[in-house]
T-cell receptor
Framework: RKEVEQDPGPFNVPEGATVAFNCTYS??????FFWYRQDCRKEPKLLMS???SGNEDGRFTAQLNRASQYISLLIRDSKLSDSATYLCVVNRYSSASKIIFGSGTRLSIRP | DTGVSQDPRHKITKRGQNVTFRCDPI?????LYWYRQTLGQGPEFLTY????????KSRLLSDRFSAERPKGSFSTLEIQRTEQGDSAMYLC???????????FGQGTRLTVV
């Protein structure tokens, strides 16, 4: 079983729709959590950090449930430019830092 | 540009040849990571440095792979006796501390023919 699991999609939704992605992680020692966005043939870029209290950045909302080891990302009023792969990322930091990526969820927004 | 830089951006090599990639992290970042990414997959962790010390190494990293960060600044990743299965994007990332996000370079795309 992979340490970070995501639904690979693809999600194909109309512009303006709300879409949600889920991610689970298996190592309870994981300490910090992120969503990254990756465009085709580009490097991953940080979309947002995920905090225990939940956090929002414009149309994007991230939630963390430590008890269930579950992370989510909600995108409201989706735009064509949101089409990308969204990567769930977990940082297991103790004596060494290990940043683990999920396989990514592909999102395609259609006009 | 003060971001993470990787060189070369693209490399085509014949099977059996050795290749070396370089990564220059953001200057104040003491943590440096190498990842490998193939089509349709997320980045797979290869190895991690804190300053010059290599603290963790994935089982994915066979003995043909070696990484160094001799002065705690730039890092190199060498693949010896390349195989077709080594074809992938090799990504380098750096971060300033253990609990923060990592910043990625644009990657080195390796094609083994």
């Amino acid at each position: 079983r992979k340490e970070v699991e995501q639904d690979p999609g693809p999600f194909n939704v109309p512009e303006g729709a709300t879409v949600a992605f889920n991610c689970t992680y298996s190592n309870s020692a994981s300490q910090s959590f992120f969503w990254y966005r990756q465009d085709c043939r580009k490097e991953p870029k940080l979309l947002m950090s995920v905090y225990s209290s939940g956090n929002e950045d414009g149309r994007f909302t991230a939630q963390l449930n430590r008890a269930s080891q579950y992370i989510s990302l909600l995108i409201r009023d989706s735009k064509l430019s949101d089409s990308a792969t969204y990567l769930c990322v977990v940082n297991r930091y103790s004596s060494a830092s290990k940043i683990i990526f999920g396989s990514g969820t592909r999102l395609s927004i259609r006009p | 540009d003060t971001g993470v830089s990787q060189d070369p951006r693209h490399k085509i090599t014949k099977r059996g040849q050795n290749v070396t990639f370089r990564c220059d992290p953001i200057s104040e970042h003491n943590r440096l990571y190498w990842y490998r990414q193939t089509l349709g997959q997320g980045p797979e962790f290869l190895t991690y440095f804190q300053n010059e010390a290599q603290l963790e190494k994935s089982r994915l990293l066979s003995d043909r792979f070696s990484a160094e960060r001799p002065k705690g600044s730039f890092s190199t990743l060498e693949i010896q006796r390349t195989e077709q299965g080594d074809s992938a994007m090799y990504l380098c990332a750096s971060s300033p501390s253990g609990n923060t996000e990592a910043f990625f370079g644009q990657g080195t795309r390796l094609t083994v023919v």
